[in-house]
């Protein structure tokens, strides 16, 4: 049996899942890759605590001896966070290693770079565990998809907030509520904003949607919006009407570019998405010729990140004997789609229909005038429900659903209607998707 | 750009959407694969009634010019078939072509000597489309799950049964009415045989149980059942205990062997596999290190199948610069699970919870000579219910849902049952999986 040597940057949750799994499940990876696979070297900061003298393999503290390690064929960087994982992950390529990284904020805001690096000394840099964990959806769009134009994407790629948003909806409780246990559980960390504004799932969907439409990473191009304005009155509002709030990350290709945005969104009830209860992500795909298909599984975790970086190792020591060209080709260098032809598109251009919760005094003629604005902004209605039974001191919420607008028509009609008398407060705006795209 | 030239055996539904994806996504799949495409030839038994000169490639009869063309490098087989479909492609791979097909029935029964052939020739013999059409399931199980071992498969793979079943389960018709209807939409052939009976879900998990374990194909070995006994009633009794019935392929490991079988089964109403409507298809993994994962789409047709054809069609294209050894290795010719290792168990030895309706006479004394009778073939009861309202003629069903049994001890069990003076008729038993293996 051959072997081939590996380094672990990083002995935390994923890197001690990933020995584990090594260990636990050697014989089915030899297996299938024909290699045995030893890990050499792994890096940790500190090391106390942890009876090194127990490990098979050298427990060390200075990371740049791992990358540098001529008798090491394949780097692991599972430490997270910008630095030192970029400069590691640099001098590792430059050593002529491969390279395989679970760390989303990483690659969304400087995988281009990195990218270019592996591509033109012919490496891999994979990172299938950045995005949805233990959902294989990197290798999904790279190479399944391969034969389709896809036209978007659609996932539940934040745990914590799933967590959330399903207990909100199946309890009826409220954020705060909510997010304090999901603290208590170890779900949400003890700064969860990342989770909750949204900047977890942009860094995701950031990477997808460059996969998807070969288009360069652009994390700073993301429209986002975070869970934390989301009601449970808005949540049975969407029930009734046939629909469930989730958080989605959505990449959805137009004539003239492409959305890219994170948000709370109505989704048909019947949607495939609306079964993903609690911590679970899913990723939806829509390609020109598949049609419409879904990826389901674990987010995050020990062993599910395990999963998907052992997958990426196992590819990587298949490619160890092939004098190939690296696959990453297809990651945003692409010639036929650049900045130019598909450029991401700003706000004021996305499309979307909408739910529209208006809290307005309970007078005759209100409604005529509201209805005449939206006319006149060419906006069509789905639907108005009067929330009668939630009318306090003679103010009752309309909850309004929209065709598909454009959403600087929208941003008109509302500044309008918020301008009324009878108009208390802002407009509650959530999107709706049907994916039909 | 780099130029393949490619053949195809059989111009029907799949053909012609696997020439019409390759010249609709052209530039995205030049992108991906970095060659461009031609389709040089193509294989019809009768061209009349189709235009061929308006046609951009050599539109022949003779399969067996295509497969020793030496200006041909990949053969797409998707005429389906046993012959000539299994001589043509031992042909190609004599001639040195990777081959792609969308044969399930070839591969199911065929597989293990032409998988032997490609591999000893270091050619790929790719399959993604034989299962679950437009769901990527094969390269899932070859690749994203590489670093687990695999403790269960479970799909919904045959889209004319999840029709029939679905419309069953939500408009209460009976089975007959909803296959009539299905035939006529085209959905069910006019010999719907290997739909009804379980014979085509059967060829699918063939193929996924020998990839997820690693073991020889043995389609003879699979345990069959069809859908056409499932009735209204028994969609109503389980809808009322919290299950949905699905027709599943499933395939599990065990520490003596592996179950490998096809029947309706009860499943939680929560699990995603319940969510899966119509015509679609899904698969569901579980896996030791991701967990549970799941697999969704459209399971046939022609744009998702060329789906699937062309993704094979890209990795082909891929390894043809490539020095490499096929990636058929792991495709039931390993040394660590062989037949001994890992062999198929027999249903006598397969463990199941199991629904039960025994039709009794409504007389004292009864339930207790059933339970003991259950009691004493150490079979433990879920819950028992009673349907008087279903009382007719002084006979009552009573839906017992039992634990987890091995199913000799059931039939021992309902043998006595059924000799009971007040047991009228032979007793319905379908099994129910909560996927907790």
């Known amino acids: 049996m051959k072997r081939v040597n590996i380094g672990i940057l990083g002995y935390g949750t994923v890197g001690q899942g990933v020995v584990e799994v090594l260990k636990a499940n050697a014989k089915e990876i030899e297996r299938r890759c024909g290699y045995e696979i030893s890990v050499k070297t792994v ?55 491969h390279v395989i990284t679970a760390n989303k904020a990483l690659i969304a805001k400087h995988g281009q770079a990195l990218f270019k690096l592996a591509r033109d000394r012919g490496l891999e840099l994979s990172f299938e565990a950045s995005v949805a964990g233990g959902v294989p959806v990197i290798k999904v769009l790279r190479e399944s998809m391969s034969g389709n134009a896809i ?13 959330i948003l399903t207990a909100m909806t199946e309890q009826g409780r409220a954020f705060a509520d909510v997010l304090a246990e999901a603290q208590a559980l170890g779900y949400a960390e003890a700064d969860p904003a990342f989770d909750i504004n949204g900047t977890d799932a942009a860094h995701k969907i950031t990477i997808l949607a460059s996969l998807a439409f070969g288009i360069p990473l652009q994390f700073d191009r993301v429209y986002m919006e ?65 049609g419409n298909s879904l990826y389901y599984g674990p987010g995050a975790g020990r062993l599910p990140t395990a999963s998907a970086v052992v997958a990426d190792l196992i590819d990587a020591v298949r490619e ?13 260098f692409a010639k036929v789609l650049d900045t130019q032809a598909l450029p991401v598109l700003s ?21 005529a005038e509201m209805t005449k604005i939206l006319a006149e902004n ?8 009067q929330k009668t039974e939630a009318k306090v001191n003679n103010v009752v919420p309309l909850i309004v659903l929209t065709d598909e607008v454009n959403e600087s028509r929208l941003d008109n009609a509302l500044s309008a209607i918020e301008a009324m008398k009878a108009v208390r407060e802002p407009v509650r705006r959530i999107r709706v998707e049907y994916f039909d795209y």
């Open 347 to 367: 706000p004021k251009n996305f499309r979307s229909a909408y739910y529209l919760r208006i809290a307005v005094e309970d007078e005759v003629g209100v409604l």
């Open 43 to 97: 890096v940790k900061r500190d090391w106390s605590g942890i009876d090194t003298s127990a490990l098979p393999f050298e427990c060390i503290t200075d990371a740049m001896q791992l990358v540098t390690d001529p008798e090491i064929a394949i780097v692991m960087e599972l430490m997270g966070g910008e630095e030192p994982a970029k400069t590691l992950i640099e001098t590792a390529l430059k050593h002529d290693k």
């Open 151 to 163: 036209q978007s994407v659609a996932g539940i790629i934040n745990g914590t907030g799933n967590f």
């Open 226 to 290: 975070g869970i934390d304005t989301i009601t449970p009155a808005d949540i049975e509002n969407a029930a009734e009407l046939g629909f469930v709030i989730k958080h989605l990350g959505l990449a959805i290709r137009r004539e003239n570019g492409v959305e890219i945005r994170v948000h709370p969104t109505l989704i048909p009830s019947d949607n495939m998405l609306a079964s993903v209860k609690g911590v679970m992500n899913a990723v939806q795909v829509q390609g020109n010729a598949v």
């Open 320 to 332: 160890l004997n092939l004098d190939s060209e690296s696959r990453l080709a297809e990651f945003g």
């Open 378 to 385: 060419a906006i069509s209605i789905e639907s108005i429900v």
